[in-house]
């Protein structure tokens, strides 16, 4: 993990986030496009949404979420 990302443990709609593989509780976020071909080919792919990744520290898997800021279309 780089040094300027710091885990903590994060809580998603009510709920702690506790990682499906190996029930690690200490993630680190990063933030993703949702990316489609279509956008990508016009290159307006920096206008799909946006969604959170939280990477588990212990075994690197991630978890993807909708943007919370993001509406569903």
Known sequence: MSEDKKASQVQRAGHWLKCPICAGD????REALFSTRAM???????TNPRGDCYICDRCRHVLWFYG?????K
């Open 26 to 29: 200490w993630c680190w976020r």
């Open 40 to 46: 990508a080919f016009l290159k307006l792919d920096w």
């Open 68 to 72: 919370e800021d993001e509406q569903l």
